[in-house]
């Protein structure tokens, strides 16, 4: 279906988007959509339009305009660097460009006639209009064009190309309203960057059910907190990270949404039992941006809580090994996927795009399980996994105990080089009160809970640990920054062994 058709059946005018600083009802949206597909259609030979901005409105206006007129946008992610966001602009090679003032820096590099500020998409250069008339021609319009190019989060590898269409959108949108049960009534909150998959997928649940959607750009729980009281917000999909932080108010009787799906990365087995003691629908998910959402849990589920969830009815998972053949149940090998949610393919990426299937599976890149009763385990990413003396260490079996410890806020179990065992298992931690004797204390507790080739030959304590927009901790980065210090961490075991 085309997305902007559905937007104009469920449209309600009392209904708003709110952000920090301004908001907009849906009618003024309408509007700007209008306004900004008139300007748009003159240039007709831009198929390709790249947006990066600072306002989220640029961006959700572009998403509808794109799905009228049936063009292909490429929104980015506005934190990136100069070089970055050049290099986008060349692999793409959009036929226009908007921008907000901060990237003013393109003007060097795109043509005068290419590229337009995004303060032109909020404008009403004519009266409000009083009726909204649907084309029905327009609801199978375009749905099997490119619709939007979107870039991987890249917390293991470089960031990856990812082309949907229309359809595909649509049938995510429906896949997770019909799972969450979701209507008019609700009060939608979103922190994820619109640029990302998972910020496409809340920011199209609210705007085509006709929802209130909130926006919250950054992480503050001031904020936070004040979004939750004065809006009522009653479903969100958050980061796990960002549950974790906020679980004393979200649990609180004053703020409390009627649920919350954990994404990202997965929760702690306390936190779980401890939104089920007090009653608050708490839900985990799966996926990826490549094949959206493939299993959900109910968390009260005491029973499956070391899951990510069952397998949803229109995803069928396999698990294979090094050479790609099909595991029994209970066997770890690497998550693939087939569903009708996958990307149509990777953009300009032949190669890779063949690369990630078999069989019509897409290769998740993770490692896990799955029960008899179709239960999904998540164990590792494929490219942390730590091989120690040809021992396979999954960092988040370390990092689940570890995080047992309750000066422990946050770990990260990584392998570092080394001329012993091939590669050593190093643990960085974040401490929530300072303690000179942490190490001893935690080298204790970490003997009691995991086996011998599991501990940890080094650790190190530090103020925070780096994430990315979406509450991921990047291992690639925190690997890359203790291998340059060149830890020789088995030092003292081949003095003993000589």
Do not use: W
Request: include cysteine; hydrophobic fraction near 35%; charged fraction near 30%.
């Amino acid at each position: 279906m085309n997305l902007y058709s559905i937007f104009l059946k469920n449209i309600n005018y009392n209904k708003k988007i709110i952000t920090e600083n301004e908001s907009y009802s849906y009618k003024e949206i309408f509007n700007f959509i209008e306004n900004s597909s008139s300007h748009i259609k003159k240039f007709k030979r831009s198929e390709k339009i790249l947006l990066v901005s600072s306002n989220f409105f640029s961006y959700l206006i572009l998403f509808f305009v794109c799905s009228k007129l049936g063009k292909t946008l490429i929104p980015v992610n506005n934190s990136l660097s100069k070089n970055q966001i050049l290099e986008i602009y060349k692999f793409t090679r959009p036929g226009l460009v908007f921008f907000s003032n901060e990237f003013n820096f393109l003007k060097k590099y795109v043509k005068v006639d290419k590229l337009l500020s995004d303060k032109s998409l909020l404008k009403i250069s004519y009266p409000n209009n009083s009726h909204i008339f649907i084309d029905k021609n327009l609801s199978s319009k375009f749905i099997n064009k490119d619709f939007i190019i979107t870039f991987s989060s890249g917390t293991t590898s470089t960031p990856k190309p990812i082309l949907y269409t229309q359809k595909i959108k649509y049938d995510r949108y429906l896949h997770i309203k019909n799972i969450y049960k979701i209507n008019k009534k609700d009060n939608i909150l979103l922190t994820s960057p619109v640029d990302h998959s998972l910020g496409q997928r809340i920011l199209f649940l609210a705007t085509l059910t006709g929802c209130n959607l909130i926006y919250l750009k950054k992480y503050n729980k001031k904020k936070f907190k004040k979004f939750i009281q004065n809006e009522r917000i009653s479903f969100s999909i958050l980061s796990s990270n960002y549950i974790n932080l906020m679980k004393n108010d979200l649990l609180s009787k004053n703020i409390r949404i009627k649920k919350i799906v954990s994404a990202a990365s997965t929760l702690s087995l306390e936190d779980k039992r401890d939104f089920k003691k007090n009653s608050i629908k708490l839900f985990e998910m799966y996926g990826a941006a490549e094949i959206g959402t493939i299993t959900n849990l109910d968390t009260s589920n005491l029973k499956k809580q070391h899951s990510v969830g069952k397998i949803l009815p229109n995803c069928d998972v396999k698990i294979f090994d090094k050479n790609q053949k099909k595991l029994n149940d209970n066997e770890i090998g690497e998550i693939g996927c087939k569903t009708n949610l996958r990307l149509k393919n990777y953009f300009k990426s032949k190669k890779l795009t063949k690369k990630s299937f078999v069989k019509n599976y897409f290769l998740t890149g993770d490692l896990g399980y799955k029960d008899k009763k179709n239960f999904l385990y998540f164990v590792s990413r494929k490219k942390d996994v730590i091989i120690s003396s040809g021992e396979n260490i999954y960092p988040s079996d370390i990092e689940k105990e570890a995080i047992k410890f309750k000066n422990i806020v946050e770990c990260c179990a990584i392998g570092i080089p080394d001329k012993y065992f091939g590669e050593a298992l190093f643990l960085v931690c974040v401490l929530r009160n300072k303690d000179k004797t942490i190490e001893i204390k935690l080298r204790k507790f970490l003997r009691e809970r995991l086996a011998n080739f599991q501990q940890p030959l080094g650790y190190d304590f530090v103020a925070s640990l780096p994430k990315n927009r979406l509450g991921k901790v990047i291992k690639k980065e925190i690997r890359e920054e203790y291998i340059k210090k060149k830890l020789d961490l088995s030092k003292q075991i081949r003095k003993i062994l000589n």
